[in-house]
């Protein structure tokens, strides 16, 4: 088991914001198992995932929280030593969209002011029931400062490139 006596160089918190039901849990699920449940239920209750990775000759672990379910209910100590964020939407839910700028802010308000932040349009499997425009995420995102990805959890389109591309960001800045 190779994970064993490995030495572990850095540690990144990552957290996973956004409505329920936009794929958070499955995003998750996707990059550290390569799972995809249909029956998402089934995570309730998990606080964080790790993956270990290798990013310029050195071993990450990254620690990626879910809101399991909480979103309402989310704290300043799920924000607490966070150097990454994904603020997920669900591309054919304008809503979920729209309430990006609410998520933005409350993470701004909780996290420190260096926090890595990557706008994830999700469920691009479902591309005929497209509400939210690239464009508009673009625009927002460029804005914003934030880096900018369409994914699916579905299919695991891009959501490997998504998280390494926040790690590695992440660790350019800490390096
Ligand atoms: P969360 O509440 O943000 O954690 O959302 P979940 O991960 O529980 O997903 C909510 C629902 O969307 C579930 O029924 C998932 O199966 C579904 N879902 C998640 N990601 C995708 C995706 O990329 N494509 C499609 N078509 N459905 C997805
Ligand atoms: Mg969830």
């Known amino acids: 088991y190779g994970d064993y006596n490995q030495k572990i160089d850095y540690v990144f918190k990552v957290v996973l914001i956004g409505d329920s039901a936009v ?23 998990v606080e964080f995932q790790t993956k270990t990775l290798s990013i310029d000759n050195k071993t990450v672990k990254a620690q990626i929280w879910d809101t399991a379910g909480q979103e309402r209910a989310v704290t300043s100590a799920y924000y607490r030593g966070a150097v990454g964020a994904m603020l997920v939407y669900d591309m054919t839910k304008r809503q979920s969209f729209d309430h990006m700028a609410r998520w933005l802010e409350e993470l701004r308000g909780h996290a420190d002011k260096n926090i890595v932040i990557m706008l994830i349009g999700n469920k691009c499997d ?36 998504a998280f390494l591309t926040i790690l590695s960001e992440i660790y350019r800045i800490i390096s």
Do not use: C
């Open 126 to 161: 479902l591309g005929s029931l497209r509400a939210v425009p690239t464009e508009d995420a673009q625009e927002f995102a460029q804005r914003e400062n934030l880096f900018f990805m369409e994914t699916s959890a579905l299919e695991a389109t891009n959501v490997e490139t």
């Open 23 to 45: 794929g958070k849990s499955q995003l998750l699920a996707r990059f550290a198992r390569n799972e995809f449940s249909v029956d998402s239920k089934a995570t309730i209750g």
